[in-house]
Structure formats: C-alpha cells, structure tokens
C-alpha cells in the first residue's frame, strides 16, 4: 500500500513562501495523477493544482500564477511551491496519489497557516 508523507508546512506572514513535499513509499505500481488539495478551517477540502506523470498541470483559479507544482518520478515525490501567501491560503494540505491500478490515496496532511 501507497504510504504519502507531506512535509514543508508551517505558519509565515502573507506575502510570503512554502514549499511542500510529497514522498511516496511502498510504491508498487506506477504513480499517475499526483495532486495538492486543501481544507480550510471549516470548509470542504478542494483542489489546489495537480500534475500528470507526464508533468501536465493544473490549477485552481485561486492559486494560478503564486503556486507551481511539480513532481520527480525517479523519487517518487511531488511538490508544491506556494509564493505570495493569502491568509486565505490557510488551510490544511493533502497529497493524493493515483496509481496504474487506479487505487487512490491520500496523505495526513500538513498545516499551513498564512498571518495577516
């Protein structure tokens, strides 16, 4: 079983910069679709950018042109690199990955909090 580990969260001021990360273990089969979600403090979890083996991406509207996700399929792990932080961007980060076999999983999730 697909074991994701995110790291790389943490509090900064708004205007500031993260960098999360990703690490799949236990990968058996071929890692497709990898992607970033979040859940704000009482709202639903949404999607934040994805990113296909191939390094097709995707974003939400709200993060296009501050956030680049990106991946190293070598290493199995996934990125996300969140410039000009909103308070709005305070939320918890998911990891989610698709294998070859169209199993999902998802990750504990990693804290970022964005001060006003």
């Known amino acids: 079983q697909v074991q994701l580990v995110e790291s790389g969260g943490g509090l900064v001021q708004a205007g500031g910069s993260l960098r999360l990360s990703c690490a799949a273990s236990?990968?058996?089969?071929?890692?497709?679709?990898m992607g970033w979600y979040r859940q704000p403090p009482g709202k639903q979890r949404e999607l934040v950018a994805t990113i296909t083996r191939g390094g097709n991406t995707n974003y939400a509207e709200s993060v296009k042109g501050r956030f680049t996700i990106s991946r190293d399929n070598v290493k199995n792990t996934m990125y996300l690199r969140m410039n000009s932080l909103k308070p709005e961007d305070t939320a918890v980060y998911y990891c989610?990955?698709?294998?070859?076999?169209?199993?999902?999983?998802w990750g504990q999730g990693t804290q970022v909090t964005v001060s006003s």
């Open positions: 989610n990955a698709e294998t070859d076999l169209k199993n999902d999983y």
């Open positions: 236990r990968v058996q089969f071929r890692l497709n679709t």
